[in-house]
């Protein structure tokens, strides 16, 4: 029984760790009322290791009716 196929969300290129307003590393994740995702994205995509700031911290909103 083959595993299913992940898919990034919301999209590949909002992963894209190259992109200038990626998402690097979310944490805090919620879904309020509204239907909208938020959490913190650190901006650091190695908090283990070297701990690389890729993108300065933000807070995210995504519309999870639109994906946007």
Same mark, same amino acid.
């Given at each position: 029984?083959? $595993?299913?196929?992940?898919?990034?969300?919301?999209?590949?290129? $909002?992963?894209?760790?190259? $992109? +200038?307003?990626?998402?690097?590393?979310?944490?805090?994740?919620?879904?309020?009322?509204?239907?909208?995702?938020?959490?913190?994205?650190?901006?650091?995509?190695?908090?283990?290791?070297?701990?690389?700031?890729?993108?300065?911290?933000?807070?995210?909103?995504?519309?999870?009716? +639109?994906?946007?």
């Amino acid at each position: 029984n083959p $595993s299913p196929l992940l898919n990034p969300y919301p999209s590949w290129e $909002s992963n894209d760790i190259r $992109s +200038t307003d990626s998402i690097v590393n979310l944490l805090r994740v919620r879904i309020d009322a509204c239907d909208r995702l938020w959490g913190v994205d650190s901006g650091v995509d190695d908090i283990f290791g070297d701990f690389n700031q890729i993108q300065p911290k933000r807070l995210i909103a995504i519309d999870l009716k +639109t994906n946007e």
